[in-house]
């Protein structure tokens, strides 16, 4: 339709050639055969995309208008003139000249390549444990587990639907995605059977839903089901071998809940296990225990579609086997080298320790030498010269030690070698010390006619002599004093004092090492009679 595109071109085409130079005058131009009027509009369609930015038209043909862009560049035209198709296209008109031909034009260049798309997107898996948390008269709470793989494109969220028992219409509970894994859903009809179903959502689509197990019936429950654990169960609950176990788990529910056991994810054998419920309790019992009955118990109680679960971990334990192997490794002087492995029966618990006892091959007496001992191997010493030995080892655990033991088969023999005391040699200490006063001597005041006496302490080594003086006298064999020396204490003596007794005491030690001395005062005071009691006495 070249009718339509003729108006678009004609007035850039005339501005393109007001502002175009204008060529220098030729003598004789040459005659150019100029188009029909109805060929411009047709050569011109397809450099209009080049001026109104549009998408070329189906069927056109680029290379014209690359080409007439190259052809003002030539010329030296201004940047705003448009491309040569259109100035062909004002050649009717006489203001081109007729060597303005697209025929120099440049090739076209190649668009370029589009980038290479990413991969798609890829769903993530299912939703995982979808079970009921709550639920009422009107309401359903349920929660799951985050899927396992989530792909490249992460999570968006969830979307969970439910319909009727009966019936294949899903609903969707939520508007918008939820990331939490958990939700409520709300303005349900009480006495409805529902089936719930959770689906992961992320830009590569929905993934597989992950639904209940049973439809859930939407009533009011009274008492949600609750298991209370007593404290003692709660951690590990070992008995011995043989032992009776009577366990009661009480728990709460309303309507009666329904009770069921699993021994490691298994049916309870009920030859070996009895099992007795009641409303408000349920009874573990095992007559006489047996290793068979260790394991991990779990206990469920469920009302319609809300469950409590616990678990309980049995240990039947007993004797330990003994050590699996033993070995002297090595005799020399008067000790012997063991080495042993623990036992291939440890009686369901973990070994606590070793006894390791000798004999004498001449006696054949056992005697314990090493207790509670925790390492697999151990030196024997103090052993006698001249004896064989031979050794064993039992194996501890919480219930005792084994019943048996592990015997060494070689004998230890401790040679008999010639030994040549040599007592150590020690320097005699010298305990030579001079005189030291322990206690000195104090002052003191007597009563004229009443004995006294002076004390006080010393030490030296050896011992030393001990000398009395009064007043820097030396005081001899003189009857009116005694002095006394006795395992160190010093006294002095003096019979019914007088006024002159008074004055400076020293004592004085002296022994080859030298010598000390202490000094006291000693005041002698007279009694005063008054005359009344003169008188009386007379």
Same mark, same amino acid.
């Given at each position: 339709?070249?009718?339509?595109?003729?108006?678009?071109k004609?007035?850039?085409v005339?501005?393109?050639?007001?502002?175009?130079?204008?060529?220098?005058?030729?003598?004789e131009?040459?005659?150019?055969?100029? !188009?029909?009027?109805?060929?411009? #509009?047709?050569?011109a369609?397809?450099?209009? $995309? @080049?001026?109104?930015?549009?998408c070329?038209?189906?069927?056109?043909?680029? *290379?014209? +208008?690359?080409?007439?862009?190259?052809?003002?560049?030539?010329?030296?035209?201004?940047?705003?003139v448009?491309?040569?198709?259109e100035e062909?296209?004002? *050649?009717p008109?006489? %203001?081109?000249?007729?060597?303005?031909?697209?025929?120099?034009? +440049?090739p +076209?260049?190649?668009?370029?390549?589009? !980038?290479?798309?990413?991969?798609?997107a890829?769903?993530?898996?299912?939703?995982?444990?979808?079970?009921?948390?709550?639920?009422?008269? =009107?309401?359903?709470?349920i929660?799951?587990?985050?899927?396992e793989?989530?792909?490249?494109?992460?999570l968006?969220?969830? &979307?969970?639907?439910?319909c009727?028992?009966?019936?294949?219409?899903?609903?969707?509970?939520?508007? /918008?995605?939820t990331p939490?894994?958990?939700?409520c859903?709300?303005?349900?009809t009480a006495g409805?059977?529902?089936?719930?179903?959770?689906?992961?959502v992320?830009?590569?689509?929905r993934?597989?839903?992950?639904?209940?197990?049973?439809?859930?019936p939407?009533?009011?429950?009274?008492?949600?089901?609750?298991?209370r654990?007593?404290?003692?169960?709660?951690?590990r609950?070992?008995?011995q071998?043989?032992?009776? &176990?009577?366990?009661?788990?009480p728990?709460?529910?309303?309507?009666?809940p329904?009770?069921s056991?699993?021994?490691?994810?298994?049916? &309870?054998?009920?030859?070996?296990?009895?099992?007795?419920?009641?409303?408000?309790? =349920?009874?573990?019992?095992i007559r006489?225990?047996?290793?068979?009955d260790?394991?991990?118990?779990?206990?469920?109680?469920?009302?319609?579609?809300l469950e %409590?679960?616990?678990?309980?971990?049995?240990?039947?334990?007993?004797?330990?086997g003994?050590?699996?192997s033993?070995?002297?490794?090595?005799?020399?002087?008067?000790? *012997?080298?063991?080495?042993w492995?623990? #036992?291939? %029966?440890?009686?369901?618990?973990?070994?606590?320790?070793y006894?390791?006892?000798?004999?004498?091959?001449?006696?054949?007496?056992?005697?314990?030498?090493?207790?509670?001992?925790?390492r697999?191997?151990a030196?024997?010493? %103090?052993?006698?010269?001249?004896?064989?030995y =031979?050794?064993?080892?039992?194996s @501890?655990?919480k219930?005792?030690?084994? /019943?048996?033991?592990?015997?060494?088969?070689?004998?230890?023999?401790?040679?008999?070698?010639?030994?040549?005391?040599?007592p150590?040699?020690?320097?005699?200490h010298d305990?030579?010390?001079a005189?030291?006063?322990?206690?000195?001597? =104090?002052?003191?005041?007597?009563?004229?006619?009443?004995?006294?006496?002076?004390?006080?302490?010393?030490?030296?080594?050896?011992? !030393?002599k001990?000398e009395?003086?009064?007043?820097?006298?030396?005081i001899?064999?003189? $009857?009116?004093?005694?002095q006394i020396?006795?395992?160190?204490?010093?006294?002095?003596e003096?019979?019914?004092?007088?006024?002159?007794?008074?004055?400076?005491?020293?004592?004085?030690?002296?022994? *080859?090492?030298?010598?000390a001395?202490?000094?006291?005062?000693?005041?002698?005071?007279?009694?005063?009679?008054p005359?009344?009691?003169?008188e009386?006495?007379?």
């Amino acid at each position: 339709m070249p009718s339509k595109p003729a108006p678009i071109k004609k007035s850039p085409v005339k501005k393109a050639v007001k502002k175009a130079p204008e060529p220098a005058p030729e003598p004789e131009p040459a005659p150019v055969e100029a !188009p029909p009027a109805e060929a411009a #509009p047709a050569e011109a369609a397809p450099a209009e $995309p @080049q001026v109104s930015d549009a998408c070329p038209a189906p069927g056109g043909d680029a *290379a014209p +208008a690359a080409a007439a862009e190259e052809a003002p560049a030539a010329e030296g035209s201004a940047p705003e003139v448009t491309p040569a198709a259109e100035e062909g296209a004002a *050649a009717p008109d006489g %203001d081109a000249p007729a060597d303005a031909a697209p025929a120099e034009a +440049a090739p +076209a260049e190649e668009p370029p390549k589009a !980038p290479t798309p990413p991969p798609p997107a890829v769903p993530t898996s299912a939703p995982q444990n979808v079970s009921v948390d709550d639920v009422n008269e =009107s309401s359903l709470t349920i929660k799951w587990k985050t899927p396992e793989t989530l792909g490249d494109s992460g999570l968006d969220g969830y &979307i969970i639907e439910y319909c009727k028992d009966g019936t294949t219409d899903w609903i969707t509970a939520n508007e /918008e995605l939820t990331p939490s894994n958990r939700y409520c859903i709300k303005n349900l009809t009480a006495g409805d059977l529902l089936h719930v179903r959770v689906v992961a959502v992320n830009p590569g689509g929905r993934s597989e839903p992950c639904t209940l197990s049973d439809p859930v019936p939407i009533r009011e429950v009274v008492d949600r089901p609750k298991i209370r654990m007593p404290r003692a169960l709660r951690t590990r609950f070992v008995k011995q071998v043989g032992a009776q &176990i009577n366990l009661v788990i009480p728990f709460l529910g309303k309507p009666k809940p329904v009770v069921s056991w699993l021994k490691d994810g298994q049916p &309870i054998d009920k030859k070996r296990v009895n099992i007795r419920n009641s409303d408000k309790d =349920s009874i573990l019992f095992i007559r006489s225990s047996q290793r068979d009955d260790s394991g991990v118990y779990e206990m469920t109680v469920k009302v319609d579609s809300l469950e %409590d679960k616990a678990t309980i971990t049995l240990q039947i334990v007993e004797l330990p086997g003994p050590p699996a192997s033993m070995k002297l490794v090595d005799v020399w002087g008067f000790n *012997a080298a063991l080495e042993w492995t623990p #036992p291939k %029966d440890n009686g369901n618990t973990e070994i606590t320790g070793y006894t390791i006892q000798k004999a004498d091959r001449k006696t054949e007496e056992w005697f314990t030498v090493l207790e509670n001992y925790h390492r697999l191997n151990a030196t024997i010493s %103090d052993l006698i010269m001249g004896n064989s030995y =031979s050794f064993r080892v039992f194996s @501890q655990n919480k219930v005792g030690t084994s /019943e048996t033991s592990a015997v060494t088969k070689e004998v230890a023999t401790i040679q008999k070698t010639g030994i040549v005391y040599k007592p150590l040699e020690y320097p005699e200490h010298d305990f030579s010390e001079a005189p030291k006063f322990t206690t000195p001597l =104090s002052d003191r005041a007597a009563t004229v006619g009443y004995t006294t006496k002076l004390l006080c302490s010393v030490r030296g080594s050896p011992k !030393p002599k001990i000398e009395w003086l009064k007043n820097q006298m030396i005081i001899g064999d003189d $009857p009116k004093f005694r002095q006394i020396s006795n395992q160190g204490i010093c006294s002095l003596e003096i019979r019914k004092p007088c006024c002159f007794d008074g004055g400076v005491y020293t004592c004085r030690a002296k022994n *080859a090492q030298g010598e000390a001395a202490v000094s006291c005062k000693l005041e002698v005071k007279q009694i005063i009679v008054p005359d009344a009691d003169k008188e009386r006495g007379k």
